[in-house]
């Protein structure tokens, strides 16, 4: 070995290895500091968004101190001297916890989200720019009494307080990631149509049923290019869209109740015990016991997701059970929404109570409300609680027009089209000039959207199967159009309907209250602390001249216009039934004797039929309590696996794995609970049974509405020999064919998403709920998802039961739409009512309250919540003081 190839160490000298180790350790130091800073960055940028619920916090504008006390779930009781300081608290407090989501949905109701998010949602915008949401609200704003715009100011004041204390990150953790694509947006100071205008989006996502007016039209269409005439299109209309089976489930008002007409001195007979003996409490509210239960990517979608879609499961469960069938001898009053699932909760949970109720200041309620709207939509005062669903009546209505240049036809002339243009604003791109035109039933929505424009252009088999028999006037260079009349395009009065619901103390007062509540349309159901029970129809429903809307009409002949609306005196009401109780869910409100048209779309009545089958039952047994109330929302039996699972029996099916799953129904209670293997093989057999009916075909049938379904293949369960068990494109000739082929595939999808152990499926993972933000939950971007997005949790449930979890037949079984909030108001005792919602009272990421509430709403839990000073001052956790500045 030569001196050349030996290395001279020099022991002063650290080793390679050691210059190595302490560069790692100096290279970790430092990501170590970076991301601790990071961390901190990242904490500090959420939480300082976080609200101030302690101590004493001076605002301009107040009259007198106001005091926020919050519960445990960071719920907030304001208690206000004067009606001005107890909305502007309101506002106040409503923007502490979601002004991200008030500043976000006034933009969706004003057509202006691509100011927010860009060019993508341009086309959106033009679409709810069209419609007018915006404008229309600030009619309703104009023409308000001065107490009631008093209210709305008041709100705007308080939430205009909070925009002038914080900015940008300090207002939500959205507005941080906004500013990455944004940098130059703020929000705006805060006005009374902002409110307002929230009411015609949740009439949008209750808008009834224009979706299925339009998918009619267009399978019209199909069938005839098919070659079908117009005998079989409409036998084939009338079989896949089938009238209410009013011979099997109940009505809403199966007879209505005289009571003295709005602004008469005479008062409705009262409660007493003596009237529901117990011959006439058995009594059904229709023959809903014949059910043996035992036995047994458009805009349009665009707009949708901003606001909410009349997708599976939108609707509601509401009853109010009377106290001759109480433990308390006092009414029960339940009610549980079905709204599309968002994040947060589209619900606010508070109080709002007047130091000293008085005239001047007459509120003491606490309830449900929606964050951006001044008051309580849903809840209960000192007298009078009451409750929604949504009324399913047909408030919607297209329109075929025949355009030509700047005119339409109208009556055998050509009238001028009114024409507006609008300016879409669009973050980091050029403005969109934006030209609307309207006939007088409502605006063009033709060329916004591609079914409404499919319809333009081909309407003639929609109109055949509606019954037109106006020929189209013709004329050089005519064209189609399809308009839209909607009750909501009216300016109207359910802006001051919440206040006079608040405060009502009678049946008489509520009625008032609910004659001003005219969209959306709701069934509203009401209990009183003197025993009393009552149902009131509100609405503007119109009443239609020749056609019923459950198809497009012939715009150019007057004849099928709305000729005025139905009046208050005549809708239906009920006011201490003989049966002691009173349901409301979607289904049809009075039998077909009623002397104005309603609608041919109600839901079916499963949901309802089946309540009204739990309540005579458990009242047999026993005197009625909140728990069974509690119980029965939670219900989640499925009338159409039992009929399935019937129907199995005698079916030979390949395979042992799908034998082993065709035996797990037998056993089955047909109750869709999340830990259920039989529920999770009920629904997936379900799913192929409908697409390989319906969807899988030569020439598709539409599969939404699973109440429709349920009725439409409990039909051709009974009739083995109708033509639609045979499908050539599946090689499927029979109903036993059809069903074993359909088990079959059943097993295979579920055996691939969750094993081939049977046993081992469960029915609420495979209809988990994941909680997603309504703008970056679907970003695209994970890191930013995940800030925002919550989930999954498995839940149960599912489409047309009870506990109404909705899922999209051949999308997806994840739930999409939910029971919004559960409530079971206690007459005798308000404070032992209970109640709960999807998430919990904080819209900001990571707050404590953000999702506190997801996992007992999953499991079907609710919680008292305090009413009375002495429950509320109890309950305190947190109480913040506002006081006048200066």
């Known amino acids: 070995m030569t001196t050349d190839s030996l290395e001279i160490v020099d022991p002063a000298r650290p080793s390679l290895g050691a210059r190595i180790g302490r560069i790692a350790f100096l290279v970790v130091a430092a990501i170590i500091v970076i991301a601790v800073a990071a961390a901190f960055f990242v904490t500090w940028t959420i939480q300082r968004s976080f609200p101030q619920t302690d101590g004493t916090l001076p605002l301009d504008g107040l009259e007198a101190e106001v005091t926020v006390q919050r519960d445990d779930r960071g719920i907030p009781t304001i208690t206000a001297d004067s009606t001005h300081d107890l909305f502007y608290a309101e506002g106040f407090v409503h923007a502490q916890d979601r002004f991200f989501e008030m500043d976000f949905r006034r933009h969706v109701t004003a057509g202006r989200v691509a100011e927010m998010f860009g060019e993508s949602q341009a086309a959106t915008d033009a679409f709810l720019r069209t419609l007018g949401w915006r404008t229309v609200a600030e009619a309703e704003v104009e023409a308000m009494d001065d107490v009631t715009l008093g209210y709305y100011e008041a709100y705007a004041d308080g939430v205009n307080a909070y925009l002038s204390s914080r900015s940008g990150a300090e207002l939500s953790l959205e507005y941080a990631v906004l500013g990455i694509q944004n940098p130059e947006y703020a929000p705006e100071p805060w006005e009374p149509a902002d ?108 707009a949708s997701i901003l606001v909410g879609d009349v997708g599976e499961g939108i609707g509601s469960n509401s009853w109010v059970v009377s106290g001759d069938l109480t433990s308390t001898g006092m009414p029960l009053l339940a009610n549980d929404p079905h709204l599309g699932a968002s994040l947060p909760s589209v619900w606010y949970q508070v109080q709002l109570r007047c130091s000293e109720v008085t005239d001047e200041c007459p509120f003491d309620v606490g309830g449900f409300s929606f964050s951006g709207l001044p008051g309580i939509v849903i809840g209960h005062n000192q007298q009078v609680a009451w409750g929604f669903t949504n009324l399913t009546t047909d408030v919607t209505d297209l ?24 300016t879409i604003k669009v973050a980091g791109g050029d403005d969109i000039e934006l030209t609307i035109r309207s006939t007088v039933h409502g605006p063009i929505i033709s060329g916004l959207t591609d079914d409404f424009t499919a319809i333009g252009d081909d309407p003639e088999p929609g109109l055949t199967a509606g019954g037109a028999t106006s020929p189209a006037p013709a004329g050089d260079g005519a064209e189609y159009a399809v308009s839209l009349r909607w009750t909501a395009l009216d300016p109207g009065t359910a802006a001051t309907a919440i206040f006079a619901l608040s405060t009502a103390q009678d049946f008489e007062e509520f009625r008032h209250a609910a004659s001003l509540f005219d969209v959306p349309a709701q069934n509203l159901i009401y209990a009183d ?12 429903l119109p009443i239609r001249g020749a056609g019923d809307g459950w198809m497009p009409q012939p715009g150019w002949d007057s004849s099928y216009d709305w000729t005025g609306f139905i009046p208050f005196e005549d809708l239906p009401v009920s006011y201490n039934p003989a049966s002691g109780y009173i349901v409301t869910a979607n289904n049809a409100i009075v039998t077909d004797d009623y002397p104005y048209f309603l609608s041919r779309d109600w839901d079916y009545g499963y949901r309802a039929a089946r309540i009204a089958h739990l309540i005579e039952r ?20 499925m009338w159409i696996g039992k009929r399935l699972a019937s129907a199995m029996d005698d079916v030979e099916v390949k395979g042992a794995g799908t034998a082993d799953a065709v035996g797990l129904l037998r056993s089955w209670d047909a109750q869709n609970e999340a830990s259920s293997a039989a529920a999770a093989y009920a629904n997936v057999l379900w799913s ?22 349920f009725t439409v293949v409990a039909d051709l369960l009974d009739d083995p020999a109708d033509p639609l068990w045979t499908n050539q494109a599946l090689d499927v000739s029979s109903m036993d064919e059809m069903l074993a082929l359909s088990a079959e595939e059943a097993y295979d999808e579920l055996s691939a ?45 599912g489409a047309s039961v009870v506990n109404a979890t909705g899922w999209e037949l051949g999308t997806s079984y994840a739930t999409t739409t939910v029971p919004s909030m559960r409530m079971v108001i206690d007459l005798s005792d308000f404070d032992a009512s209970t109640w709960i919602h999807l998430t919990g009272a904080s819209g900001h990421a990571f707050d404590e309250h953000y999702i506190d509430q997801t996992a007992d709403w999953a499991a079907g839990v609710q919680k008292p919540w305090a009413f009375s000073r002495t429950a509320v001052d109890a309950a305190a956790r947190h109480t913040l003081v506002l006081t006048p500045a200066g």
């Open 753 to 797: 998403l969750q094993g081939t152990t049977v046993s081992a499926w469960r029915w609420g993972d495979l209809h988990a709920i994941t909680l997603t933000s309504d703008t970056f939950g679907s970003s695209g971007i994970a890191p930013i998802e995940m800030l925002f997005n919550r989930g999954p949790f498995a839940v149960s449930g």
């Open 195 to 302: 409110s307002v205008a929230w009411l015609k989006a949740m009439a949008w996502d209750l808008r009834g049923n224009v979706e299925d007016e339009t998918e009619r039209s267009l399978l019209a269409a199909e069938l005839v290019s098919g070659s079908a005439d117009a005998a079989e299109t409409q036998a084939t209309l009338d079989a896949l869209y089938p009238a209410y089976p009013f011979d099997e489930h109940p009505v809403i008002v199966p007879e209505i109740s005289t009571v003295p007409a709005l602004g008469t001195d005479a008062e409705p007979a009262a409660f007493t015990p003596e009237e529901n003996d117990d011959e006439s409490s058995g009594e059904m509210q229709q023959a809903a016991t014949t059910i043996e239960w035992q036995e047994a990517s458009d805009v349009i979608e665009a």
């Open 618 to 637: 458990r009242a047999a047994a026993g005197p009625l309590t909140a728990e069974d109330m509690r119980e029965i929302q939670m219900d989640s039996e």
């Open 688 to 709: 192929n049974l409908v697409q390989n009916l319906f969807a899988e075909r030569d020439e598709p049938l539409p599969i939404d509405g699973q109440g429709r379904l």
């Open 529 to 540: 602390t003197e025993g009393n029970i009552g149902y009131q129809t509100p609405g503007r």
């Open 399 to 422: 329109y075929i027009e025949r355009i030509e240049g700047d005119r339409y036809w109208r009556d055998g002339a050509l009238v001028p089209l009114e024409e507006s243009t609008e």
